[in-house]
C-alpha cells in the first residue's frame, strides 16, 4: 500500500517535472540576461569613462583652432596617460596664449613706432628717401618730394639714379664705401627751380642684428643692404656765403683802393695847379690828361663808396616815420630822374606809422624804382610801351605792412630769378648788381623781407593801365614794426628814444587795413 503510494507519488511528480525543468531554466535564463545586461552596463560606464577626457580633449583643440586661447580641459588628479595629456594640452594652450599676447604688444609697438617715425619724418624739414638695395626709392617723405619739385611726384618704385641722375656719385660712393656716411653737394634744376641740396646717404641693412651679433655684416647683409638718403635744401645758406664773401672783398677791396686815390687826386690837380702855366707844347694836352686822371679817380672813388656802402651798412636807427611820406619822397626824387614815366601811388588815407630807419627806407625805395624805370626802359626799346610805375603801401589781414612796388617793364629774368638779391647779380651791361642786394640788407635789418615777383604772378590787383606784363617788388614788414621796438631790431640794439604809442599806432594799422 506505501509502496503504491510512493508509487503514485513518484508518478504525480515525474508528471511535474517538465514544468518544474522549465520553470528553472526560465530563472537561469533571466539570470543570465540580468547578468550579461549588469556587465553590458560596467562596459560602456567604464569606456564612457575612459572616453569622456578624450571628447573633452577634442572640443577644447577645436575651441583653439578656432581662435579661442583661453580653452582648457579639465586636469585630473590621476596619474595616467590622460591626465598627462591634459596637463600637457592646459600648457600648450598657455603658452599659445602668452605668445599671441607678446606678439600682439610687439605690434602695436611697432605700429606706434611706425606711426611716430611717419609723424617724424612728415615734421622734418629735411628730404627723407629710402632705398632699397637696388636703390629703388621705397619711402619718400614730403619734404622730399616739394625740395626734388616735378621729379618728387610718384618717386616710390623708381630707381632714383634714374629719376634723379644729379644723386648718382654720391649714391655710387656710399656702395663702394659701405659703412660710412657720405656727403656732397650737388646742384638741381636750372632758372627758377634751381636748388642745391645737401645729400648724405647711409647703408643699412635688412637683416635684424642677432643678439650679441659682431658689428659688421656678412656679405649677405651687404648684398640686402639698402640705404637712407637725407637732404637738405642749402641754397639760401649758399646765397648767405656768398654775400659774405662778396661783403669781404668788397671791403678790402675799398680798403685797398681807397687809400691811394686821395693822394693820386691830389697830386694830378697840385700838377695842374702848378704847372698848366709852365707846359708850353700843347698845353691842352696836358690839361686833358690832368683832368681826365682827375675824373676817373672821382668815378673810381664813387665805386669804392657803393663797395663799402654794401659792405659797412650802418645800423638802422629806429624812429616813427611815416612810411606813406617816405614812399612820396623817394618819388618825388626818382620822377624827376626819369620824367617819361608816370608814377602813381595808392597809399591809405592814414599815415602809416612804423619804427625804422628813414633814409635807409628811401635808400631802398629809391633803388627798387630806379629798378623800374630801368626795366621800363628795355621794355620800351622792344615795344615802346608806356612807362607806368605804381607804388602802394597796405596793410594785409596779419597785420603785415606791405610796399610794393609795380612796374610795366620787361619783368624779372627768369633764370637768375632766386639770385638777383645776391651781390653783383645783374643783367644790365652798366649796372653793379648791388642795388637789390642793399634792399635785401635793408629789409632784414628791419626784419622784414623782400618779395620779387612777376606781375603775372602776383595776387596783388593790378593797378589801371597795367598790361600784366612787368614786374612786383615788394618789401614785407612783420606787424610788430608798428611797436614800439624794446631795445633791438635783427639783435642790433637802436637808439630808440620814443615813448611806447603802440595802441595808438596798432589803432591806426586797423584804420588803414579796414580801408585798404
Ligand atoms: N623791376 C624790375 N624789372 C625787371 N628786372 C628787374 C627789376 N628789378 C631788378 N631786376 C633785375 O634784377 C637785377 C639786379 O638788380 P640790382 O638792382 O641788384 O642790380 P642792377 O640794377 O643791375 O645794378 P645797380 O642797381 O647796382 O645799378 C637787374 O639787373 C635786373 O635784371
Ligand atoms: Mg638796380
Known sequence: MQARHAASDYAALEGQRGGIQIAFAMVYLALALLVLLSAVAVGFWFANRLVEPISRLVVASERLRDGDLTARVEETASHDEIGALSRAFNRMAGQLEEQRGELLGANLQLDRRRRFTEAVLGGVTSGVLGLDAEGKVTLANGAAMNLLDSRGENLVGQELERAVPEMQPVLLEARMRPGRIIEGEIHLGSGETARDLLVRVARVSDAPEPAGAMTGHSEFDRERAGFVVTFDDISALKSAQRMAAWADVARRIAHEIKNPLTPIQLSAERLRRKYVHEIT?????????????????????????????????PAPVLRQENLNEIARQAVFQQQLAAPGISITFSLPDQPVLIYCDRAQIAQALVNIIKNATEAIGTREKMDGAGGQITVRVRVDKEGRIILSVMDNGCGLPREIRRRLTEPYVTTREKGSGLGLAIVRKIAEDHGARISLQDLAETEEALPPGFDGIGANVQIIFPAEICEAPGHAVNGRESDMSGKDISPRVAGISRQVQDGA
Request: net charge negative; aromatic share 10%; hydrophobic share 35%.
Open 281 to 313: 707844347t700843347e698845353p691842352e694836352i696836358f690839361e686833358r690828361c690832368t683832368d681826365t686822371i682827375i675824373r676817373q679817380v672821382r668815378d673810381i672813388g664813387r665805386m669804392v663808396d657803393e663797395f663799402s656802402s654794401f659792405a659797412r651798412m
